[in-house]
């Protein structure tokens, strides 16, 4: 079955009604976009599965049922099982191995661009100007977004193999483009 991105939206949606989680969901969906397209990967492919990862939370908001109990669900509308897969992969405690890129991408996406998200909110120009070095200084303030999972992050930067100021600047590249579906101001708005 082809995915599509309307397909993965409406599945999204009808499970998912929380703003913040919605918008989580857009965040990780174009950081992950964005690493498809450096990479050459499929980038409607990616998206979709970054979009579904977690789209069981609001039914599913402990991690004894999270994400594993939504994956039936996601076989019965026909999903295929790489995205099924890489979804079930993005969860610490399933100790799934990463062998693929699209499962690293989603996994190094996931916690920070909630973080890199939630740096935009506190600032007057949202993400315009957001620097990595800013980034990381708040990442070592505990108190700051604090249920973003600080090690996740840095595991997330050497799984892909990157230092971690380049993959910030990458995602925050990345969510510019949605900063009104975020919620965040620009440079514009200042
Ligand atoms: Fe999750
Ligand atoms: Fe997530």
Redo the contacts with the bound molecule.
């Keep these: 079955m082809e995915v599509t991105r309307e397909q993965a939206w409406q599945t999204l949606t009808r499970h998912t009604k929380s703003e913040s989680l919605l918008r989580h969901a857009l965040a990780v969906e174009a950081s992950v976009r964005w690493y498809a397209r450096d990479f050459g990967e499929d980038e409607e492919a990616w998206g979709c599965a970054a979009l579904l ?2 789209f069981d ?1 609001e039914i599913h908001p402990t991690l004894d049922k ?2 594993q109990d939504g994956a039936p669900l996601l076989r019965d509308e026909g999903y295929p099982e790489w995205l099924i897969e890489a979804v079930l992969s ?2 610490e405690h399933l100790e799934m191995a990463r062998d693929t890129a699209l499962k690293r991408t989603l996994f190094a996406c ?1 916690e920070l661009s909630g973080f890199v998200h939630a740096c935009g909110l506190v600032r007057p120009t949202g993400l315009d100007g957001l620097e990595p070095k800013s980034v990381r200084k708040k990442l070592k303030q505990p108190s700051f977004a604090a249920g973003v999972h600080r090690d996740e992050v840095y595991a997330g930067a050497e799984l892909l193999g990157l230092e971690l100021d380049d993959h910030i600047r990458n995602v925050v590249a990345a969510l510019q483009p949605i900063a009104g579906e975020l919620g965040l101001r620009t440079a514009a708005d200042a």
Excluded: G, L
């Design positions: 990862h977690d939370y999270h994400p993005h969860a996931d």
